[in-house]
């Protein structure tokens, strides 16, 4: 069993993965996955989700390198080994043509190496991977194999977050859609502009990006607010629920 580690800004995610599992054209499969708060006690609840499996290897990717060090220890103490992390100087599955590679989130390179294994049809299909949570990230690789950039936008939170602070007499307010478009309050009027914002951004965005390539672009949303965001638009795209730890799994298969 190998252990995937997903270290974010809002939190973690681990994941554990049986490399020969699975019926899917990619061999593997995300056994269960759980989602740990920074701050938490850490070790109790890794070994508690580990649950007595044998891990034969860790890998991760990190956003927040000032916590790496819980993981490494824990690593180190619950099975006497190292953690693997993953970055822009990693073997990937494409080619990564971004200008400022040293910039980029590792967790984008994983679920961009995802997307790419299991949705990109070499010469004929791209894929746009869309990870929305605090940010709502666009990765795009093209049919030839090539990662030329992507997009970075905020998500739902850090919009409610800036209305919050940047104005003297809004309120903050839950992250529910409003039954219509039009607000008959000043929360509803501010639910709908985040809510109705994102998805309307969403799905400009992907139009837009779309508009650049000459081939087919598969589209998969994953993160936090991954399935919301496809069941109210009604697309013919895919969720995924885990999609940067298995990338983090692609990536640990093409490592010498």
């Not at 270290?7 to 899917?24: E, H, Q, R």
């Not at 992390?85 to 040293?102: A, G, K, Q, V």
């Not at 977050?161 to 039954?179: C, F, M, R, Y």
Request: charged share 20%; with cysteine.
């Amino acid at each position: 069993m190998w252990l995937l580690i997903d270290i974010g800004n809002s939190s973690s995610k681990a994941g554990l993965y049986d490399p020969t599992a699975g019926t899917a054209e990619v061999v593997g499969e995300i056994i269960s996955s759980r989602r740990f708060e920074h701050g938490q006690l850490l070790g109790a609840e890794l070994e508690e989700f580990v649950g007595g499996e044998s891990i034969g290897r860790i890998g991760a990717v990190s956003v927040v390198p000032g916590k790496n060090w819980q993981w490494v220890e824990q690593a180190k103490r619950l099975f006497d080994m190292s953690v693997t992390f993953f970055d822009e100087n990693s073997t990937m599955p494409f080619d990564l043509r971004y200008s400022t590679p040293d910039t980029m989130g590792n967790d984008r390179i994983a679920v961009a190496a995802g997307g790419w294994v299991r949705y990109g049809i070499e010469g004929q299909q791209g894929v746009i991977v869309i990870d929305a949570g605090t940010a709502i990230n666009y990765e795009v690789v093209l049919a030839d194999g090539t990662y030329p950039g992507g997009v970075i936008a905020p998500g739902p939170g850090l919009m409610r977050n800036a209305l919050e602070l940047g104005t003297a007499q809004l309120p903050k307010i839950d992250l529910v859609l409003s039954e219509e478009v039009i607000g008959r309050s000043t929360h509803e009027a501010i639910q709908s502009g985040i809510m109705y914002s994102m998805l309307d951004s969403v799905s400009g965005m992907v139009h837009r990006i779309c508009e650049t390539s000459d081939t087919d672009m598969a589209i998969v949303l994953t993160g936090g607010w991954g399935k919301w965001i496809l069941e109210k638009l009604d697309r013919d795209w895919y969720y995924h629920r885990d999609l940067v730890l298995e990338g983090i799994a692609d990536l640990m298969r093409l490592e010498a």
